[in-house]
């Protein structure tokens, strides 16, 4: 039932992209049927390191594409849902100690010596100064330093010692190195994708240093983000961070993204880390580890990305740590300063117009890059959006059409707002709504919604007040709270 080959008919948003769509559509079946039949991949008992129990010696052996055989990922799930326990590796510890208590988030980083440029500390430092002094009571930053040249280590983590003493006394700062030891063969792997040898081993330690990462931090919080040791952080990131999982409660999700770029700001429920470190390690010479990320979740159900903007976290290096190459990617999503995400309580979502393929109602209310898209509306169509529990709020927003798509607006519309929701827990709906004004544009929003409004808000909604030819884009539903 869990296939990698997720629906690519998600993938694309745009008018214009349509009709690749559903040639992607033909394609993908094509290429699962062809997966099926063929099943050109052979197992391979081929790790036999003491790290790794009998249960995970499953290395498969695939042609040079980086998809893995639909047969073998149900045969991985399986695998994987029995992998709830940490790898028995023995750590160094360069500096610091985690506190016992068990944070809110922990933020993971691996470095390595670079033939050019060194970013870690101004990374650790980013951290640290965009966060507030709340924040930092809920953080703990793991920094690895994953390279084989021990005096090299040493002498970074003396270093970071010295310039972030202050965390690493309070307990939110830790260096770790895992010896030589433990490390699987890194030599003679398979040439995947035609990668020369030297690139193959590259990203192959990769793998195992991320997995040796994750698995130490299993325990330390609820939540993990991975960070590159090149990175510059968003002001208050963690705030925002938080307000995601709060707007997801209720949803399934296995990671939430906050940056388009590699692995970069990929947050994950803690409880998955070890499955996660085991999944590495069984595929660590298959796939450079972005593309492992999008198999793993794909095994655990999650078939598309859910990626948020804008983006809390940039690519600040310029030299890559392979070779010293030039890398001058950089996210242009992100946003440094501090930005107003709405908190968009818990709530129900459902409407009575006729829905275009996927693009359900649920995709207009997050900040998620998705939208809700709707056919031809007819007066009295609404979208509406009963929350689970009476709300105090303060300010709303709600954007529809897209840049490609800019007649898909509302062009005749109003918002409205009601106190109380009747029926039971599912199909929970409003009467005696107030309005509480036009939509403009395609656009409405509204501020001191609590002053305006003498009650605490259970139900809102966007209805339609003459008919539209176009179709009609929700683009984002946007809804602060105040904090009481």
Same mark, same amino acid.
């Given at each position: 039932?869990?296939?990698?080959?997720?629906?690519?008919?998600?993938?694309?948003?745009?008018?214009?992209?349509?009709?690749?769509?559903?040639?992607?559509?033909?394609?993908?079946?094509?290429?699962? +049927?062809?997966?099926?039949?063929?099943?050109?991949?052979?197992?391979?008992?081929?790790?036999?390191?003491?790290?790794?129990? *009998?249960?995970?010696?499953?290395?498969?052996?695939?042609?040079?594409?980086?998809?893995?055989?639909?047969?073998?990922?149900?045969?991985?799930?399986?695998?994987?849902?029995?992998?709830?326990?940490?790898?028995? #590796?023995?750590?160094?510890?360069?500096?610091?100690?985690?506190?016992?208590?068990?944070?809110?988030?922990?933020?993971?980083?691996?470095?390595?010596?670079?033939?050019?440029?060194?970013?870690?500390?101004?990374? #650790? =430092?980013?951290?640290?100064?965009?966060?507030?002094?709340?924040?930092?009571?809920? #953080?703990?930053?793991?920094?690895? +330093? $994953?390279?084989?040249?021990?005096?090299?280590?040493?002498?970074?983590?003396?270093?970071?010692?010295?310039?972030?003493?202050?965390?690493?006394?309070?307990?939110?700062?830790?260096?770790?190195?895992?010896?030589?030891?433990?490390?699987?063969?890194?030599?003679?792997?398979?040439?995947?994708?035609?990668?020369?040898?030297?690139?193959?081993?590259?990203?192959?330690?990769?793998?195992?240093?991320?997995?040796?990462?994750?698995?130490?931090?299993?325990?330390?919080?609820?939540?993990?983000?991975?960070?590159?040791?090149?990175?510059?952080?968003?002001?208050?990131?963690?705030? $925002?961070?938080?307000?995601?999982?709060?707007?997801?409660?209720?949803?399934?999700?296995?990671?939430?993204?906050?940056?388009?770029?590699?692995?970069?700001?990929?947050?994950?429920?803690?409880?998955?880390?070890?499955?996660?470190?085991?999944?590495?390690?069984?595929?660590?010479?298959?796939?450079?580890?972005?593309?492992?990320?999008?198999?793993?979740?794909?095994?655990?159900?999650?078939?598309?990305? #859910?990626?948020? =903007?804008?983006?809390?976290?940039?690519?600040?290096?310029?030299?890559?740590?392979?070779?010293? $190459?030039?890398?001058k990617l950089k996210d242009d999503d992100f946003e440094e300063e501090p930005f107003d995400i709405p908190? !968009?309580?818990?709530?129900?979502?459902?409407?009575?117009?006729n829905v275009f393929e996927n693009y359900e109602a649920s995709k207009a209310y997050s900040s998620v890059?998705?939208?809700?898209?709707?056919?031809?509306?007819?007066?009295?169509?609404?979208?509406?959006?009963?929350?689970?529990?009476?709300?105090?709020?303060?300010?709303? =927003?709600?954007?529809?059409?897209? *840049?490609?798509?800019?007649?898909?607006?509302?062009?005749?519309? $109003?918002?409205?707002?009601?106190? =109380?929701?009747?029926?039971?827990?599912?199909?929970?709906?409003?009467?005696?709504?107030?309005?509480?004004?036009?939509?403009? !544009?395609?656009?409405?929003?509204?501020?001191?919604?609590?002053?305006?409004?003498?009650?605490?808000? !259970?139900?809102?909604?966007?209805?339609?007040?003459?008919?539209?030819? *176009?179709?009609?884009?929700?683009?984002?539903?946007?809804?602060?709270?105040?904090?009481?």
């Amino acid at each position: 039932q869990v296939t990698l080959l997720g629906d690519l008919l998600h993938t694309g948003h745009s008018w214009k992209g349509l009709d690749k769509m559903r040639g992607l559509r033909k394609r993908s079946a094509v290429s699962f +049927l062809g997966a099926l039949v063929v099943c050109l991949l052979l197992m391979n008992l081929y790790i036999e390191d003491r790290y790794v129990l *009998e249960g995970d010696k499953q290395l498969i052996r695939e042609t040079a594409t980086h998809q893995l055989s639909p047969e073998r990922s149900v045969h991985t799930l399986k695998a994987l849902s029995n992998f709830s326990g940490s790898i028995n #590796i023995s750590y160094r510890s360069l500096a610091g100690t985690p506190l016992p208590r068990k944070r809110y988030l922990t933020i993971g980083l691996s470095s390595v010596k670079r033939k050019k440029g060194n970013y870690l500390l101004e990374t #650790i =430092k980013s951290i640290f100064e965009q966060s507030s002094y709340e924040e930092l009571q809920e #953080i703990a930053v793991v920094v690895q +330093l $994953a390279d084989f040249d021990s005096a090299w280590c040493e002498g970074v983590a003396q270093d970071i010692s010295q310039r972030f003493a202050h965390h690493i006394i309070a307990g939110r700062l830790t260096v770790i190195h895992v010896p030589e030891e433990y490390y699987p063969v890194l030599d003679g792997l398979k040439r995947n994708y035609n990668d020369p040898e030297d690139r193959v081993k590259f990203r192959s330690k990769q793998n195992v240093d991320y997995a040796f990462l994750l698995n130490f931090c299993a325990s330390l919080s609820d939540y993990y983000v991975m960070l590159e040791d090149d990175v510059r952080c968003s002001k208050n990131f963690l705030t $925002a961070v938080k307000k995601v999982i709060t707007s997801r409660e209720g949803s399934y999700w296995v990671t939430l993204e906050f940056s388009k770029l590699g692995y970069i700001g990929k947050l994950y429920h803690s409880h998955d880390l070890p499955r996660l470190a085991r999944f590495l390690l069984m595929f660590y010479q298959e796939m450079p580890c972005d593309w492992l990320l999008i198999h793993f979740r794909g095994l655990l159900a999650q078939k598309e990305a #859910i990626r948020f =903007k804008p983006s809390l976290f940039q690519h600040m290096g310029y030299y890559s740590s392979y070779k010293g $190459a030039e890398n001058k990617l950089k996210d242009d999503d992100f946003e440094e300063e501090p930005f107003d995400i709405p908190d !968009n309580p818990p709530a129900n979502l459902h409407t009575n117009m006729n829905v275009f393929e996927n693009y359900e109602a649920s995709k207009a209310y997050s900040s998620v890059d998705e939208y809700f898209w709707g056919k031809a509306p007819s007066a009295g169509d609404f979208y509406a959006v009963v929350f689970e529990r009476p709300t105090k709020v303060t300010r709303i =927003k709600v954007v529809t059409g897209t *840049e490609d798509r800019q007649t898909d607006i509302l062009h005749h519309g $109003a918002l409205e707002v009601a106190e =109380k929701a009747l029926g039971g827990t599912k199909g929970r709906q409003c009467t005696a709504y107030l309005r509480l004004g036009e939509f403009r !544009n395609g656009h409405f929003e509204v501020a001191g919604v609590e002053h305006k409004v003498l009650f605490d808000i !259970n139900c809102m909604r966007i209805l339609v007040t003459k008919p539209q030819k *176009e179709w009609l884009i929700i683009r984002s539903i946007s809804v602060w709270t105040s904090q009481t």
